[in-house]
T-cell receptor, first 110, second 111 residues
Framework: GQQLNQSPQSMFIQEGEDVSMNCTSS?????WLWYKQDPGEGPVLLIA?????ELTSNGRLTAQFGITRKDSFLNISASIPSDVGIYFC??????????FGAGTRLTVKP | DVKVTQSSRYLVKRTGEKVFLECVQD?????MFWYRQDPGLGLRLIYF???????EKGDIPEGYSVSREKKERFSLILESASTNQTSMYLC??????????FGNGTRLTVT
């Protein structure tokens, strides 16, 4: 099955900077999800998007469900050291067909 | 809060061994999933189950089987472990269209 195209693969930023990452697909999805994985842990849900065009915030995180239903982005504002980790996008068309991006590895320098 | 528990955090097995990875969830979710995670490849679906005794192949089922005898438990079986099955294995569960909840993963090394 096709995976999503997630970029960038990795980011090295200074504490306080804003971060932006995105996912694209040739397929449309009904749901876009963003997860974060800390080292040695499983992915944890950050934001879920259910409608095309939807813009949702969770603290310093903002994500949008693209109008075409084929893309989504995640922004992190004013990064802090604990933002370090791997961020995954996931797109779902139906209950059991979920596709994941390869992840964006974020490093935040104090 | 949903809890998905994977029985082992780290496993080391020999080539040819039969390996069982266990996953239990405590929220009565009907859907359960097994993924493997490899650098640069993201998460790839091995098998999933939407009910007791039901199973469906994911994208990479070869070399694996699963068992779901009870709703809360979903086991991944490597019939004859090989070195290319060295990976991080993640179990997840969900209810209906809700997002997946993941366990902490089992890092399997096959020597």
């Amino acid at each position: 099955g096709q995976q999503l195209n997630q970029s960038p693969q990795s980011m090295f930023i200074q504490e306080g900077e804003d971060v932006s990452m995105n996912c694209t697909s040739s397929s449309i999805f009904n749901t876009w999800l963003w997860y974060k994985q800390d080292p040695g842990e499983g992915p944890v849900l950050l934001i879920a998007l259910y409608k095309a065009g939807e813009l949702t915030s969770n603290g310093r995180l903002t994500a949008q469900f693209g109008i075409t239903r084929k893309d989504s982005f995640l922004n992190i504002s004013a990064s802090i050291p604990s933002d370090v980790g791997i961020y995954f996008c996931a797109g779902r068309f139906n209950n059991n067909d979920m596709r994941f991006g390869a992840g964006t590895r974020l490093t935040v320098k104090p | 809060d949903v809890k998905v528990t994977q029985s082992s955090r780290y496993l080391v097995k020999r080539t040819g061994e039969k390996v069982f990875l266990e996953c239990v969830q405590d929220m009565d979710h009907e859907n359960m999933f097994w993924y493997r995670q490899d650098p640069g490849l993201g998460l790839r679906l091995i098998y999933f189950s939407y009910d007791v005794k039901m199973k469906e192949k994911g994208d990479i089922p070869e070399g694996y089987s699963v068992s779901r005898e009870k709703k809360e438990r979903f086991s991944l079986i490597l019939e004859s472990a090989s070195t290319n099955q060295t990976s991080m294995y993640l179990c997840a569960s969900s209810f209906g269209n809700s997002p997946l909840h993941f366990g902490n993963g089992t890092r399997l090394t096959v020597t």
